[in-house]
């Protein structure tokens, strides 16, 4: 059984199905404008925009993505996107209301633009190779055979009453069928909603009752590192908190005997016993694809909601022409569906371009730190892109786990998730890629929906410069923004709030169910311009470093993560009166989380015995990617007069820095520094 998935399509030996036309409100479609699948679609592998041949150099187009977003954009979503009904407005933007709308009145499927209008084309080319765990057991998915699962997926969905506009929470390990299950909601109108298959039941209830989903996909166990994962016993956990679930489909990973229960329905059956045709819904530019929780400065984590067309042309876009992505080429991306990486460099992204793109199931590591190395000879990819914490990892282990491999076949090689440090940035360049591949520092968020600052695309030969992102990508204006005054900070050699001045059609709609948040977050630190939380610093020539977050965000070994989440866990320990928790760099997960821990008066456990179980309270609460480096049983916390704890004070004790602590007079309490610098001083030595 284990394997039926997907030898499924080829076994029943059926074609790619064939299209037709419906309109789920029950309503006849009105296709204005002959566009009704007409695939326009250009040969994109000469020119790089053929669209805009007339423009002789990347600066002078990307002066007029800025100038002309209607053109720019219009002409890009008609010519690369297939549309079911025509758009009329290209943009209806307001950020100050946080109010986004791109490609009003178009109607398309992005399942359709991801897979069947390939399929159509070249059924038998490589859309999926799912790299699984153990080395050397991978699988090749054809758009022909993908079709077919998605269509299977989409009526075992549907055939269970799953609709248009439903949240479908997907808690997989990387494989075809999580990648068939997000196209499939895409296909009918369900909203999914990804959660990263290694967050605990706690937080993946949380996030399946803050989007009120009623199904769930969940497999039997998952597989990683050559450990065994157990899937279903979390989503059973976490389905009990959350009454809203209707429905858990269980697909079979491994084939161990889970106990399955009143809810639960065994997907590979219901996928065996479902026809391999489906009509996709026409849905609205503007419908929700997907929502995905990332973490913000306080407890809640936010569900960022992308909709179908605009998100689409952007990830489709950023993907071909930041990795100049040529036909049949294998595209690489490590990240994990359950990332919005992962999101848009895995599945929306390569599969817009009918590219073939790799499922990574396993880890940098397993069963050496040979692994992506391997894997590139293997498979002969031609783009990598991965994050700095598996680079900086690697690089400790040695260059000889990199060189014994054949990476000739690499082309370009990518990273984000965090600053890329030089060091690691030189290693990548000379040791990984020989010199001979561009290497993309891309800057991008969860809400970019795509890369918005990179090196590439940019004039031929263009420098690109060790360890910052440098560019904007079309159609972005950042601009850096001074925090105390508000002002703009004009010219080179300045350093101050990064944001984006201009709408493009990649970003954020909203926070699922809370759009004040999301006007509150986003666009009035810094009225009507999109703040991005990070801080960054503007070179002479006008490119662009990240100098890291300027909110109480940490970025973990590319885990994003608010300090506050940790925190909430932390004050639920009995014995906890208040906490306050930092970042503090850190050499290979790029920040360490220092948590500094006031207890209640008289009391007597072992601090051993508190810290293990604060550990474990978060790793059961969120996730072990969450468990504090350091615990710190503190005799106070450094607090205004007004009773607010001056985090820059912590941040600089956990980071080694006690004489640059500056001006602490203004403390209630200034003798408490003293004290936390003395206790921080212990536990490093102990150490
Ligand atoms: C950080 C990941 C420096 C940044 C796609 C951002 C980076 C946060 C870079 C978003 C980079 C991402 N250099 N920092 N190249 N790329 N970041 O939402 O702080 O998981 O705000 O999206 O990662 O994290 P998220």
């Given at each position: 059984m284990k394997r039926l998935i997907l030898s499924l399509p080829s076994v029943l030996g059926r074609g790619a199905s064939k299209l037709k036309l419906r309109n789920n409100a029950n309503t006849t479609t009105s296709l204005q404008g002959g566009r009704e699948f007409s695939d326009e679609a250009v040969d994109h592998s000469t020119t790089p925009f053929p669209e805009f041949d007339s423009f002789k150099t990347h600066d002078e187009l990307y002066q007029f993505s800025l100038n002309s977003p209607e053109f720019f954009w219009g002409t890009l979503a008609r010519s690369r996107l297939k549309w079911f009904r025509d758009f009329g407005q290209v943009k209806d933007c307001d950020l100050i209301r946080g109010h986004i709308r791109w490609f009003l009145?178009?109607?398309?499927?992005?399942?359709?633009?991801?897979?069947?209008r390939h399929a159509e084309k070249n059924p038998d080319s490589i859309a999926l190779i799912w790299e699984k765990d153990e080395p050397g057991t991978q699988e090749y998915v054809s758009y022909r055979e993908l079709?077919?699962?998605?269509?299977?997926?989409?009526?075992?969905?549907?055939?269970?009453?799953?609709?248009?506009?439903?949240?479908?929470?997907?808690?997989?390990?990387?494989?075809?069928?999580?990648?068939?299950?997000?196209?499939?909601?895409?296909?009918?109108?369900?909203?999914?909603?990804?959660?990263?298959?290694?967050?605990?039941?706690?937080?993946?209830?949380?996030?399946?009752i803050d989007a009120q989903a009623e199904t769930v996909i969940t497999a039997d166990q998952g597989v990683r590192g050559g450990k065994i994962i157990e899937l279903k016993h979390v989503v059973d956990e976490a389905v009990q908190t959350c009454p809203c679930v209707k429905r858990v489909f269980v697909y079979q990973r491994t084939g161990a005997d889970v106990p399955m229960g009143k809810l639960d329905i065994n997907l590979d059956k219901e996928l065996a016993s479902q026809p391999d045709t489906h009509t996709p819904a026409v849905l609205d530019s503007e419908d929700y694809l997907f929502m995905l929780y990332t973490s913000g400065s306080t407890g809640k984590p936010k569900g960022i909601a992308h909709t179908q067309a605009g998100y689409l042309l952007y990830a489709g876009l950023t993907m071909k022409h930041v990795f100049d992505y040529q036909d049949k080429e294998l595209f690489g991306c490590v990240a994990d569906i359950g990332w919005i990486t992962g999101h848009?460099?895995?599945?929306?992204?390569?599969?817009?371009?009918?590219?073939?793109?790799?499922?990574?199931?396993?880890?940098?590591?397993?069963?050496?730190?040979?692994?992506?190395?391997?894997?590139?000879?293997?498979l002969k990819l031609n783009h990598l892109y991965l994050a700095p914490t598996a680079l900086r990892m690697l690089l400790k282990s040695g260059n000889s786990w990199v060189t014994r491999y054949d990476r000739s076949s690499l082309r370009k090689l990518g990273c984000?998730?965090?600053?890329?440090?030089?060091?690691?940035?030189?290693?990548?360049?000379?040791?990984?890629?020989?010199?001979?591949?561009?290497?993309?520092?891309?800057?991008?968020?969860?809400?970019?929906?795509?890369?918005?600052?990179?090196?590439?695309?940019?004039?031929?030969?263009?420098?690109?410069?060790?360890?910052?992102?440098?560019?904007?990508?079309?159609g972005i204006e950042p601009v850096l923004m001074e925090p105390q005054m508000g002002t703009e900070l004009k010219g080179g050699n300045v350093k101050g709030a990064l944001c984006i001045k201009r709408p493009w059609p990649g970003m954020a709609r909203t926070i699922y169910g809370d759009h004040q948040r999301f006007i509150d977050t986003y666009y009035k630190t810094y009225h009507g311009l999109y703040f991005t939380g990070d801080g960054a610093y503007r070179t002479q020539d006008g490119y662009y470093q990240i100098t890291g977050r300027m909110?109480?965000?940490?970025?973990?070994?590319?885990?994003?993560?608010?300090?506050?989440?940790?925190?909430?866990?932390?004050?639920?320990?009995e014995e906890t009166a208040e906490s306050a928790v930092v970042g503090f760099p850190h050499e290979i997960k790029g920040w360490g989380i220092y948590a500094f821990v006031v207890l209640k008066d008289e009391v007597n456990t072992p601090e051993n015995e508190m810290k293990e179980q604060l550990k474990a309270m978060v790793k059961q609460r969120i996730s072990?990617?969450?468990?504090?480096?350091?615990?710190?049983?503190?005799?106070?916390?450094?607090?205004?007069?007004?009773?607010?704890?001056?985090r820059r004070i912590l941040r600089k004790i956990a980071a080694n820095q006690p004489e640059e602590l500056g001006d602490v007079s203004t403390l209630f309490d200034p003798g408490v520094v003293d004290a936390l610098a003395e206790k921080h001083n212990q536990i490093t030595k102990k150490s």
């Open positions: 009145d178009g109607q398309l499927n992005v399942a359709v633009n991801c897979v069947d079709l077919q699962l998605v269509c299977r997926m989409s009526n075992v969905l549907e055939s269970h009453g799953v609709k248009r506009g439903d949240r479908v929470a997907i808690y997989l390990p990387q494989s075809p069928v999580a990648v068939a299950a997000m196209l499939a909601c895409a296909r009918i109108g369900a909203i999914h909603n990804v959660v990263f298959a290694g967050f605990s039941a706690e937080a993946l209830a949380g996030r399946i848009s460099y895995v599945v929306y992204g390569p599969l817009s371009n009918g590219a073939a793109t790799l499922l990574f199931e396993s880890t940098p590591v397993y069963p050496n730190p040979g692994r992506y190395w391997e894997t590139v000879e293997r984000v998730g965090e600053p890329l440090n030089r060091e690691a940035w030189e290693w990548f360049y000379e040791v990984i890629g020989e010199k001979r591949c561009d290497i993309c520092d891309t800057w991008w968020q969860t809400e970019t929906g795509g890369i918005a600052i990179t090196p590439r695309p940019s004039a031929p030969g263009a420098e690109i410069r060790p360890a910052m992102p440098m560019r904007p990508f079309f909110d109480d965000v940490l970025n973990v070994s590319g885990h994003r993560l608010g300090t506050a989440e940790i925190e909430d866990v932390i004050d639920d320990l072990g990617f969450a468990q504090p480096d350091v615990i710190m049983f503190a005799p106070g916390l450094p607090k205004t007069r007004s009773g607010k704890i001056m």
